[in-house]
C-alpha cells in the first residue's frame, strides 16, 4: 500500500499579481478542510419528526505552516489586500518517489501570523479561501 508522506513536502505561493511569495519551500504543516454543509431546517407542524434539507457547502481552506523569510511579510501583505485570488500549490511525495503535485488551487488569502519564541524560529501560518466558481 502507496502512503502519502508529509517529508519533503514542499509548497509554493503566487498572487493574483504574478508576484512568487515562495517557490519549492518546505512546509512545517498542511491542512485542508473540503468544507461543510449545514442543515436547514424545513420541519412544519404537520412533521411527525425534524425534516432537514441539506444547505450550500462552505467554501474550501487551507492552510499551511511555513518558517519566516523576512522577505515575505511585504508580499503577504499585498496579497492580502488583493481583490483577486492567486494560486497555492502542494508537492507530496508517496513512499520514497520525488513530491508530485497533491493540489493547486486559486484561493485568496484570508489571514497569516508570524508567532516565534526564546532559542526558536518565526514560524508562519497562512489559511487561504479557495476561489469557488
Same mark, same amino acid.
Given at each position: 500500500?502507496?502512503?502519502?508522506? #508529509?517529508n519533503?513536502?514542499?509548497?509554493? !505561493?503566487?498572487?493574483a /499579481? /504574478?508576484?512568487?511569495i515562495?517557490?519549492?519551500? &518546505?512546509i512545517?504543516s #498542511?491542512?485542508?478542510?473540503?468544507?461543510?454543509?449545514?442543515? $436547514?431546517?424545513? =420541519?412544519?407542524?404537520?412533521? @411527525?419528526r425534524?425534516?432537514?434539507a441539506?444547505g450550500? @457547502?462552505s467554501?474550501?481552506? %487551507? =492552510?499551511?505552516?511555513? +518558517? +519566516? *523569510? /523576512?522577505?515575505t $511579510?511585504t508580499e503577504?501583505?499585498?496579497? !492580502?489586500?488583493?481583490? *483577486?485570488?492567486g494560486?497555492v500549490? %502542494? *508537492? #507530496?511525495?508517496?513512499?520514497?518517489?520525488?513530491?508530485?503535485? +497533491?493540489?493547486?488551487l =486559486?484561493?485568496?488569502l484570508?489571514?497569516?501570523?508570524?508567532?516565534?519564541?526564546?532559542? &526558536? @524560529?518565526l514560524?508562519m *501560518? +497562512?489559511e #487561504?479561501? @479557495?476561489?469557488?466558481?
Open positions: 500500500m502507496a502512503f502519502t508522506r #508529509f519533503g513536502a514542499t509548497a509554493s !505561493i503566487t498572487s /499579481a /504574478a508576484v512568487s515562495a517557490s519549492g519551500v &518546505g512545517t #498542511f491542512s485542508y478542510d473540503a468544507g461543510s454543509r449545514s442543515e $436547514i431546517d424545513i =420541519t412544519t407542524s404537520l412533521s @411527525v425534524r425534516s432537514v441539506a450550500f @457547502v467554501p474550501r481552506r %487551507v =492552510t499551511l505552516g511555513l +518558517l +519566516l *523569510n /523576512a522577505a $511579510i503577504l501583505d499585498a496579497m !492580502i489586500a488583493e481583490c *483577486n485570488a494560486t500549490a %502542494v *508537492n #507530496f511525495g508517496v513512499d520514497c518517489a520525488a513530491p508530485t503535485q +497533491l493540489l493547486s =486559486t484561493a485568496y484570508m489571514s497569516y501570523s508570524i508567532s516565534g519564541q526564546l532559542d &526558536g @524560529v514560524d *501560518n +497562512l #487561504f479561501m @479557495v476561489a469557488e466558481a
